[in-house]
């Protein structure tokens, strides 16, 4: 009866005008009841946020971090095509965006990402992240 675990951390990062805040609601599974899990990603201070991609990325154990998608505009993009049954991403309201992870097993362990930037013409930049750790339970 293996248990997994999420554990919510947290970036932060600023540009000199507004604040840019994303966060991720802690979960907990136990994969032998659940097949799939969702991350929320809270986004504070994007007065836009339908118009702005959230990338979503993932850091295997031994592997280097690598994005899986991007969603925005009304669209999601993969970066692999052999992703999008895998993973999944939806918009909800007017600040929250959700990842999907179906067929959760002790391969998904890792690390995953929500990120945000944006650069200005005026050479300001807004970008926050913040980071969900997937791993099995007493680590």
Known sequence: NRK????V???LFLDGQAQVLLKQRQVSITSKKMTRISIDCI???ISNFQYVYI???RHLHSRAPERILRIGRGSVSYDDNSYKNKYSSVNKGTNTCTFTINDV????E????CAYWHFHR???CQAACTETC???EGQ
């Open 122 to 124: 005026t050479s300001r």
């Open 4 to 7: 997994l675990r999420v554990v």
């Open 9 to 11: 951390l947290l970036s």
């Open 110 to 113: 890792g690390t995953y990402y």
């Open 105 to 108: 097993n002790a391969n998904d």
């Open 55 to 57: 990338h979503w990325y």
């Open 43 to 45: 986004a504070e201070g």
């Open 134 to 136: 997937l791993c099995p």
